[in-house]
């Protein structure tokens, strides 16, 4: 945790932050090859 340094409460704060929110970023970062997949295949407009 370095982000909190040696002040407990931050740590703790940062830990239940991490927790709360862990599972959706693992779902966001799992879901990336397939948004990836999709923009790829946009066809954008020509600018003039």
């Given at each position: 945790m370095?982000?909190?340094?040696?002040q407990p409460l931050l740590r703790e704060a940062v830990t239940l932050v991490a927790g709360w929110h862990g599972q959706r970023h693992a779902g966001l970062l799992a879901d990336i090859p397939l948004q990836v997949e999709k923009i790829r295949g946009i066809k954008l407009p020509k600018l003039r």
């Amino acid at each position: 945790m370095v982000c909190a340094g040696r002040q407990p409460l931050l740590r703790e704060a940062v830990t239940l932050v991490a927790g709360w929110h862990g599972q959706r970023h693992a779902g966001l970062l799992a879901d990336i090859p397939l948004q990836v997949e999709k923009i790829r295949g946009i066809k954008l407009p020509k600018l003039r």
